[in-house]
């Protein structure tokens, strides 16, 4: 995914960082009407993570890299609890952020650009999988991150099953004119102050498409935990 798409996202953080409580980016989708997103909320602390968010954390075992770190929030905890941590992320914002913020191991790159090395546990929290786009994109992921599994390595991530969506919703959209063959594939479009950011496809799955997914790809899949539509999962080499 080109950087182009993510600018919008670094402009808000740094923003934010800079001393601006009330920074946020319009959020335009193929599913839904526009919405602000607030910077705030990559700054989280535990207290506000999700059910599922803390479940993943408490889940975390040896070595951890975090894929789609953002500002830094899940990584920063894991390093004040003791936790190697690597943490990154293709916004050169988010990155900066990080870096400035303590963390120890950040790098500006994508899971297909990263030095190769290995890793007990992977996390991508707030839906982090969608990254790979569509059905095809999450296959080639899980191949891929098989250079950075460790012997009996966990991959924990949440995603939704967002069949529950209206077509009345849809219509609402301003990136209505964006198809997709998945229903779980959703464009959006992130714009902040001036800058606005190019469409880019994200995945949300359900269960019984990542589970198929993930063993076609040599791996077992068990759901941890539910939340409304959402859902936590852990996937290992089977």
């Avoid at 954390?57 to 890299?65: A, D, I, M, P, Y």
């Avoid at 770190?69 to 988010?94: K, P």
Wanted: hydrophobic share 40%; proline share 3%; charged share 25%.
């Amino acid at each position: 995914m080109a950087n182009e798409s993510w600018l919008p996202l670094g402009e808000m953080l740094k923003d934010y960082y800079a001393g601006n409580p009330l920074a946020a980016m319009m959020v335009k989708s193929s599913i839904e009407s526009d919405r602000p997103m607030e910077a705030a909320t990559f700054f989280r602390g535990y207290k506000d993570f999700s059910k599922l968010e803390r479940s993943a954390l408490k889940r975390c075992t040896g070595k951890v890299l975090d894929i789609g770190a953002g500002a830094g929030a899940h990584s920063l905890y894991l390093q004040e609890n003791g936790f190697d941590v690597t943490a990154i992320d293709i916004c050169d914002g988010a990155v900066e952020i990080m870096k400035d913020r303590g963390l120890k191991k950040v790098f500006c790159t994508d899971i297909y650009s990263f030095t190769e090395q290995k890793f007990d546990t992977i996390i991508l929290l707030m839906n982090g999988i969608g990254v790979t786009g569509n059905l095809d994109g999450l296959a080639c992921f899980l191949q891929q991150i098989k250079k950075y599994i460790a012997p009996g390595a966990q991959l924990l991530f949440d995603t939704a099953d967002i069949s529950y969506v209206s077509v009345s919703s849809m219509n609402r959209s301003s990136l209505r004119e964006f198809s997709s063959p998945y229903y779980g594939i959703v464009w959006y479009q992130l714009g902040y102050k001036d800058t606005l950011g190019k469409p880019y496809p994200w995945l949300y799955i359900d269960n019984k498409a990542l589970k198929r997914i993930a063993e076609e790809n040599g791996y077992k899949m068990k759901v941890l935990k539910r939340s409304g539509s959402q859902y936590l999962t852990k996937i290992v080499l089977g």
